[in-house]
């Protein structure tokens, strides 16, 4: 069955995360509960009580503290491309979320099957051209890149509460209009683990505009490229009867991103749910002839459907400049720690 759902529909999550829905304080007691079940898998990490595996080289975990999409996939792809023009071999893994493959961990590739390894896993390893691997576990991903390919560092994409991976940098991506929501942890909240987490990361980047301390990140969209014969046309050639789309965390920012670099006042929009594995009768509903506008997240699922109307908007990150000069200290300081550790 079609899934595709009014864009100014609001799910219950959002309603109760992100407004003042008093249903936050009937789940308040499952939220106390997850938060000390949270607190207490943490301690056992750090206690040693629960094994976390060091890898023989840097790795940096690139997730945030919320559910929902706040660019972590932009910063992934940024910081490859950041570690390659500073002479690194990054390699990438993720879980794979939404993979279908029987045996982990799986190689991605820029033709990889999404319904195999996850649709996220498939963009990233398109734009940033580097090896990539996705598993459930993460370590094993991780050792399966060091002995197919010569990475020199490691990041995990959403892997800021997958602490059975040692990491030497954790980087936090935050809304920068949504935030913390109401600052409770699920399910009253959209918080997996307390707002002081963010105390302990190595930087937190947010996207939007960040708070003190905070390095801002901005995504711009680029041209869009024609799925059927890869053609690229500028956004503002797109008239009034255009269609966007988007099943990502949150489709609203992508649509008011979109009318912004279109110059349009009003633009239709479909929205399906995130992660959403695209089937023939969805693309059915979409128009035949008015240009449909999408994310590159749906892009890659929506490929084997394409049709000459079907157009991919990329979003590229910026980062604030003091960013680099901060990773770069980290990345020096970690190499250091490493290599006193073999010596």
Sequence with gaps: MPCCIACNSVNT??????????WRFVLAPLAGLFCLLVAIRRRCYRLGLKRSRRLPVPVIVVGNITLG??????????????LRQRGYRPGIVARGYGGQARHWPQQVRPDSDPAMVGDEPVLIARRSGCPM???PDREAAARALLEHS????????????????????????????????????????PLREPASRLQSVDAV????????????????????INLLDGGVKPLAEFSDDSVALAGIGNPARFFAALKQA?????????????????????????PDERPVLMTEKDAVKLQRFARKNFWCVPAHAELDSQLPQRLDKLLRDCIKRLESHDG
């Design 262 to 286: 279109v110059g349009l006042a009003r633009l239709e929009t479909r929205v399906f749910p995130d992660h959403h594995a695209y089937t023939e009768p969805d693309s059915a509903l979409l």
């Design 133 to 135: 691997a996705v598993a």
């Design 13 to 22: 999550p959002e309603r109760l995360w992100y407004g003042r829905s008093a």
């Design 205 to 224: 980047i947010t996207q939007g505009v960040a708070g003190r301390g905070e390095f801002r990140m901005t995504l711009v969209l680029g041209d869009a």
């Design 69 to 82: 999409g706040t660019g972590k996939t932009p910063l992934v792809i940024w910081l490859a491309g950041w």
């Design 150 to 189: 010569d990475c020199d560092v490691i990041i995990s994409d959403d892997g800021l509460q997958h602490y059975a991976l040692g990491r030497d940098i954790e980087l936090a991506v935050l809304d920068g209009v949504r935030r913390l929501g109401n600052g409770w942890c699920l399910p009253a909240g």
